[in-house]
C-alpha cells in the first residue's frame, strides 16, 4: 500500500503533530496498521486516508490526555484575505523557527507543515483538517503575528 | 546565527532531515507484506462479532422454538391426563344407559342435545363388539356422547364422543395427520385419546 516515499511523507506529518522522533515513529506505526485494517476505498487517496486516520488518532491520545487546545476563532472579515499569502513574506532563520516551532499548538503545527511541505491552499488544509475555512485561516493569522514578533517574545513554554 | 531565508523555505528545511531510519522502514515494508499476505476479507475481529450475533439469534431463536415446543407438549400432555382420568372414572362406574339398542343410527338419534354433529368414525366398536347403547355424559366439562360396547368374550368398552376448543383440539393426535392415538393406563384402564372431524374421541377398556 505504502512505498518508501509515502512513508517518509507520512512520518515527517507524525512529526509535526508529535514533534518528537518516537512518537512519530509509534504514531505512524499505529495510522499504517489501522490503514490495512481498514483500507481506503481509492488506493490513489491513500496518503490523505492516511493522513486523516494519523490525525484521528493524535487527537484522541491528546484528548486522553486532555492537550487539545482549543482555538478561539477570530474576526474572519479582515483575514478571508490573507491566506497563506501571508505567509510567504516571512523571513525567518531556523533558530527563530526553533523558537516558534516549540511554542505553537499541534493544529499550528500541523497547518504550517501542510502549507509548506505538502504545498496544500487554505482549501485543501481544511478539507484535511475536516474545520471551516475561516478557521483556518484564523489560525494562519495568529501564527503570522507570533512568527513577526522578536524572538526573545517567542520563547514560552511547548505547547501540545 | 543561521541565515534567514522565507518561512516556507525555512520549514521545508526543518524537516528535510526527517525521515525513517532502514531499521524502520523495514519494519513499516515487513508490517504491510504481512498483511497483504493474510486471506483477504473482513478484518478477523468483525467476522468473529458478526458470526456470535448472528449464532445469538440462532441459538435464541431455537430456545424459543424448543420452548414453545415444550409447553405445547407439556399442555398436550396435561390435557390428555386430564381426559383419560375422566373416561376411565365413567367406564369404571358404568352408570345406567340413557337409551339402549344396538341400531348405532337409533342410538345416535337420541343425542339431539348435543351442539354437536355425532360422526361414525371406523374405529367404533371395531366391528366384532355389539353396541348395547348410550347416555349424556361430559369431557373436561363440555356435553358429550358415551357408547358402551360389547365384545364376544363380555368385555365392555366405552367410546367418546364430544367437542373441545379449537386451541385444545390442536394438541391431540390426529390420526389423519399419520398421528396415532395416545395410550394412557388409567386405574387398570387402556385409554386412546386423538381427534378426528374437528371433534374429541376417547375409547376406554379394561387393560387385561
Keep these: 500500500m505504502f512505498d518508501q516515499q509515502d512513508l517518509n511523507s507520512l512520518f515527517r506529518y507524525c512529526h509535526a503533530l508529535c514533534d518528537a522522533r518516537q512518537d512519530a515513529c509509534d504514531l505512524l506505526q499505529s495510522g499504517v496498521e489501522r490503514c490495512l485494517r481498514a483500507p481506503p476505498e481509492d488506493p490513489e487517496r491513500r496518503l490523505p486516508y492516511a493522513r486523516r486516520v494519523i490525525r484521528n488518532l493524535r487527537y484522541d491520545e491528546l484528548r486522553r490526555q486532555r492537550l487539545v487546545a482549543f482555538e478561539p476563532l477570530d474576526d474572519e472579515s479582515f483575514i478571508t484575505e490573507l491566506s497563506f499569502n501571508s505567509l510567504e513574506s516571512i523571513i525567518i532563520d531556523q533558530d527563530e523557527l526553533e523558537h516558534a516551532w516549540r511554542s505553537m499548538t499541534v493544529v499550528e503545527r500541523e497547518i504550517l507543515y501542510l502549507w509548506a511541505v505538502e504545498g496544500f491552499t487554505a482549501e485543501e488544509v481544511a478539507a484535511q483538517l475536516e474545520r471551516p475555512k475561516g478557521s483556518i485561516l484564523s489560525i494562519i493569522h495568529r501564527m503570522r503575528k507570533r512568527l513577526q514578533r522578536p524572538p526573545s517574545i517567542n520563547k514560552g513554554a511547548s505547547r501540545a | ?208
Design chain 2, 1 to 208: 546565527m543561521t541565515s534567514r531565508k522565507p518561512l516556507r523555505q525555512a520549514v521545508c528545511d526543518r524537516f528535510a532531515q526527517v525521515e525513517l531510519d532502514q531499521r524502520e522502514l523495514k519494519g513499516l515494508l515487513d508490517q504491510q507484506d504481512i498483511a497483504s499476505s493474510a486471506p483477504p476479507g473482513r478484518p478477523v475481529k468483525a467476522s468473529w462479532l458478526q458470526f456470535g450475533a448472528v449464532a445469538a439469534v440462532v441459538l435464541t431463536l431455537i430456545s424459543v422454538w424448543f420452548t414453545g415446543q415444550w409447553y405445547n407438549v407439556r399442555e398436550s400432555n396435561r390435557l390428555m391426563v386430564a381426559i383419560a382420568e375422566e373416561v376411565a372414572a365413567n367406564h369404571l362406574k358404568l352408570k345406567p344407559l340413557e337409551i339402549q339398542g344396538n341400531e348405532l343410527g337409533t342410538v345416535f338419534a337420541y343425542f339431539g342435545d348435543l351442539d354437536f354433529q355425532l360422526v361414525q368414525t371406523p374405529r367404533l366398536g371395531r366391528g366384532d363388539e355389539a353396541l348395547l347403547g348410550g347416555r349424556y355424559c361430559s369431557i373436561q366439562g363440555i356435553s358429550a356422547a358415551q357408547l358402551r360396547f360389547q365384545g364376544a368374550d363380555g368385555r365392555l368398552s366405552t367410546w367418546y364422543e364430544g367437542t373441545l376448543p379449537v386451541d385444545q383440539l390442536r394438541l391431540l393426535p390426529d390420526p389423519a395427520a399419520n398421528q396415532p392415538p395416545a395410550e394412557f393406563f388409567v386405574r387398570g384402564i387402556r385409554v386412546h385419546i386423538w381427534t378426528e372431524h374437528g371433534l374429541v374421541f376417547a375409547e376406554a377398556r379394561s387393560a387385561r
